[in-house]
């Protein structure tokens, strides 16, 4: 074991026993849903199907990005990818650095056979763009995990507060603009936690990325769990004081779908803890809505637990739609009312 991989086991550790929430709301309490007491509509026809990178959905929902490299983390990953085929929704690993570094950690990423229908997105650190890396590596993680697409990662706020943190982030657009386009599968960028907001959605819009994921305020906040990683003052004080710096969800869905236009994809996610909130993600402009520690928390009780929860989600989704008159997710669009106080 080493260094990544421990880093990893606390990764987890921390956030099913810690409280990691980043003490903001994830800004979507803005706005109701606009409930319709007369939908003029039978729930029958509510049809969530939603097409996604070439794969198709039950609903327009997704694992978030989370973990691999360590036997625990791979144990979770197969969870939530068996859960994840079963219910026919998607599902996004963690980074796969240490995966590059000590091949021998694939393994814990290598869960196509066990989904072998799901939409599954590689993970890696943009960063790791200004320390070495190079589109190959990413290539070759889509090709050895068998993924549809890649997340590339954007954390200044979780490198600074880590001592020894990758902090040099100058020049790292132009970096990438060469990097995506030898990227052999449709790359969207992700925060983790902090937010895309409008400025850097712009600035991302223009490298031919797939879409974008917001990981907004509101949710898990990296600040907060790396404050708890760390022993030296300074850094646990800087990460709790921080842990509500960034664009709330609401506000970078808002933003993320303006900079992109139509053709490509938002996915919401960062403090996607209710049915409402995945509604109103939806209706504000976001093709598909992700969740990562709740499921991080139902992978403890195994396939089942996962799949039970999908399943609630599903359902309670559907609900909605009916009442607000929405036979399907891009029929909600727009369906929101702001709400005074
Ligand atoms: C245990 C854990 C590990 C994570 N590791 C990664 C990672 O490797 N790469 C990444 O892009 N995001 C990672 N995230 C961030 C999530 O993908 C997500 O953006 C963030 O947790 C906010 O969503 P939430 O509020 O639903 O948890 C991780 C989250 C958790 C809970």
């Known amino acids: 074991m080493g260094g990544i991989v421990d880093r990893k086991n606390e990764h987890i550790s921390i956030c099913l026993e810690e409280d990691v929430e980043s003490g903001r709301a994830p800004g979507l309490g803005r706005w109701r849903l606009d409930y319709r007491a007369l939908p003029e509509l039978n729930l029958d026809e509510v049809d969530l199907t939603t097409q996604l990178l070439g794969r198709a959905l039950r609903a327009p929902l997704l694992i978030g990005a989370m973990t691999g490299g360590s036997e625990e983390a791979g144990r979770i990953n197969r969870v939530l990818a068996e859960a994840a085929q079963r219910c026919a929704i998607g599902f996004a ?42 589109a190959e590596d990413a290539n070759h993680l889509v090709r050895e995990m068998g993924a549809d697409a890649i997340n590339l990662h954007l954390n200044p706020l979780q490198e600074a507060i880590q001592p020894g943190g990758d902090t040099d982030f100058s020049g790292l657009l132009d970096r990438l603009a060469g990097v995506v386009e ?37 949710g898990t906040s990296w600040a907060r769990v790396e404050a708890l990683r760390q022993p030296e003052d300074r850094a646990q004080f800087a990460g709790n004081a921080l842990a509500g710096l960034g664009v709330p969800t609401a506000e970078s869905i808002i933003a993320c779908r303006e900079a992109l236009g139509e053709d490509r994809l938002v996915v919401a996610s960062g403090g996607i803890r209710t049915i409402e909130h995945m509604g109103t993600a939806l209706a504000l402009g976001a093709n598909a809505v992700a969740s990562a520690r709740p499921f991080l928390e139902a992978a403890q009780g195994g396939v089942e637990e996962v799949v039970t929860l999908i399943e609630h989600y599903i359902h309670a989704l559907r609900v909605l739609h009916f009442a607000c008159g929405a036979r399907t997710p891009l029929d909600l669009r727009g369906r929101l009312v702001e709400a005074p106080g």
Do not use: C
């Open 93 to 134: 690993m963690g980074s796969g650095r240490v995966a590059i570094e000590r091949p021998e950690a694939m393994a814990s990423f290598q869960v196509r056979d066990l989904a072998p229908d799901a939409l599954i997105f590689a993970n890696l650190g943009a960063i790791q763009f200004n320390y070495g890396l190079e």
């Open 182 to 218: 030898k990227i052999e599968a449709p790359v969207l960028f992700k925060e983790v936690g902090s937010g895309i907001g409008a400025s850097t959605a712009r600035d991302l819009a223009k490298l031919s990325v797939a879409g974008l994921e917001t990981a907004g305020v509101g």
